[in-house]
């Protein structure tokens, strides 16, 4: 189906126009001109507790089993004798079996009989790109960044065409099927703008996860990103992402 035909269906919705601002979170006293919003991993600090990932099931209805997320947490394992990383996350069924629950999470421990050389744990999420494939490919405009550095969707407007969840690089977005609609993080929209930390932020126990405001240079954020030796998951993509890692290596993207 075509663009044209997309279109179509969009009517239904009873909206003429693509999605400018926000359609659900509160901006009445909130200057979004004013902030430019940034997040921040540090990859030597995460212990894979996966209390960032129930979190944001929480706050943010996402559906309770165990293949669908706003955030995961993957780890990678490099054992003696080997070049390559095991990788694995919460989503893995040797996990989801260890948990004993699709509403709980935990990382199993499979590796007993190699000598672990390396291991760390990735947290991974929407990457707010600068220049988002998402918003692109959207045939109906909604999907947009807002003037403070944040990609939503409306969920008003989406038909549920699935274009963005194919065109994110990151694999950050998925169909909610309750609603028929896309879903992904959105850095807890509704928070952030009340001067909160997003939800996973809030109850990462050792730091792990920074965010904050870049027009704030004495900001988490700021901080983070001038103190430490930073990377982005996927610079080729030309997305320009707005998630700043400390401590991966080449084998996570």
Partial sequence: MGAAGLGVVSNASGKSEPASEPASFPTKDYDW???????????TKCIGCLRCVEACKRENNVPAN?????????????????????????????????????KEYRFANRYKQGK????????????????????????VGATYRT?????LIDQEYCIGCRYCVQACPYGARYLDERKGTADKCTWC????TK????????VCPVGARVFGDRRD???????FIRNNRVQVLRPESGNAPNVFYVGIDKEVN
């Fill in 33 to 43: 001109t004013q902030h430019d919003w940034a997040f921040g991993v540090d990859a």
């Fill in 66 to 102: 165990a293949h669908q997320f706003r955030t995961w947490v993957e780890r990678y394992v490099y054992l003696e004798g080997e070049d390559s990383a095991h990788i694995d996350s919460q989503q893995d069924p040797v996990n989801i079996e260890a948990s004993g629950s699709e």
């Fill in 116 to 139: 672990v050389e390396k291991a760390f744990f990735v947290p991974k999420l929407c990457n707010h790109c600068t220049h988002p494939n998402c918003v692109q490919v959207c045939p």
């Fill in 147 to 151: 003037k403070d550095g944040v990609v």
């Fill in 189 to 192: 929209y509704h928070r952030i």
């Fill in 195 to 202: 001067g909160l930390q997003p939800a996973c932020v809030e």
């Fill in 217 to 223: 240079h004495q900001s988490p954020i700021s901080l």
